[in-house]
């Protein structure tokens, strides 16, 4: 069986799977996730996990990376559409929010 028919059986059956890192996420129903199923998907994970990321239709696939402020903080981030883009952290953001002192006058 192929990557592609496995993914497509499985999600048949309300199973999901998605990379994280080099890792594979397998999430659905136990009925679903017999051992002669986990077994083949250990041994085509190589295989799922290029078909994930290269050859399936396309789809928002969440990255886990991580942001550095010009302040210098440090912050996790999933959107793939920031990807090279300098981005403030929330609390640079919020410095550049007028005070409500400010407001006031």
């Known amino acids: ?13 309300g199973v999901t799977l998605l990379v994280d890192g080099g890792d594979l996420v397998v999430d659905g129903p136990e009925p679903a996730l017999t ?31 991580e942001h550095r402020c010009l ?4 912050f996790a981030c999933t959107a793939p559409s920031c990807a090279g883009k300098a981005i403030p952290c929330v609390c640079c953001r919020l410095d550049q929010l007028p ?7």
């Open 1 to 13: 069986m192929t990557a592609a028919g496995l993914l497509a059986t499985l999600r048949a059956e």
């Open 35 to 65: 051992d002669e199923v986990v077994d083949e998907l250990r041994r085509m994970k190589p295989d799922i996990i290029d078909y994930l990321l290269h050859r399936a239709p396309l789809r928002l696939v969440l990255v886990r990376h």
């Open 71 to 74: 302040c210098g903080r440090k």
């Open 99 to 105: 005070s409500r002192r400010e407001e006031a006058r």
